[in-house]
């Protein structure tokens, strides 16, 4: 199989969507999408041979794991299910100008509404960073947010400012489980895909900039957003700072892949362990 696309999931009603957008990025008919989450797989896609459905309760960077564990194409990429894919083939693209060595890699861009900058700002994100933030933006938004040294999330003297940020990204499957994937220590890959692209890059991966292939302007319930808002204030953000901050840390590159296996079974941000029917054999 050419082509592994996966992504951790609750917003079931977008589904299907997204699956019928998939022809907006590629004309390539050999490939699988992989859904990974609580709910379980709407009908509408049940039976269809190239989707497949992973139980699991834990936190979004665990479950983005299990989809590249079980992902079987040669190339993988991350996806999200706010939004759907976009016109312009943007995986043939990026397919076509892969550097031709094991450690490429793509990073495909998106577009966000007005709903998504508030879920990604939260109300208890500091003004200062927000205003930072919009500031930069204004003078060269591409720069700004795919280049480490302009964003203000991702601006430490520990991390090279050159290297570009990648938030999802299209990669040789064997490389990117090599490199260990997520620290699932991060609890959502927002931020988590950006530790991994500082090791790709500490590891000497040529990352290169790839077109927009997903919108996620979708007008969806925001609600199902706030553990993730919290994820990232109150654990990953100061995770990422302190990581960086340790002299030990700064030039790692590869992680043991299966750190997914310490994070929680049952995400309790967003489950209490009575309301979850995990069963363990379902976990691989």
Known sequence: M????????YRTQNWLKLYESISNITIMTDYELVFVGPYPLPEELQGKENVRFIHDFGCPSRCYQLGLLHSQGEYVVWAADDGVFTRGL????????????RKGAVSLTFVEGATSKQRMFGSKVKNRVKKKFEKQKEKNPRSMEWVMGKNPFLVMPEISGHYLVIMNAL??????????????????????????????QNDGAEVIMGEEFMDLTQELSTKDHRPIEEAHIQNDMGLMQKLYNDP?????????????????????????SNDAEYKEEQIL
Request: with cysteine; hydrophobic share 40%; glycine share 6%.
């Open 2 to 9: 050419k082509l592994s696309i996966f992504l951790a999931g």
């Open 90 to 101: 943007a995986i043939d693209k990026a397919l076509e100008s892969m550097p031709q060595h």
């Open 171 to 200: 990669i040789r499957r064997d490389y990117l489980v090599e490199i260990g994937g997520w620290d699932c220590r991060f609890e959502h890959i927002a931020i988590g895909s950006n530790d991994l692209a500082v090791r790709l």
């Open 248 to 272: 030990a840390y700064r030039g790692k590159t590869k992680i043991d892949f299966n750190n997914w296996k310490q994070a929680e079974k049952v995400w309790s941000r967003r489950f209490k």
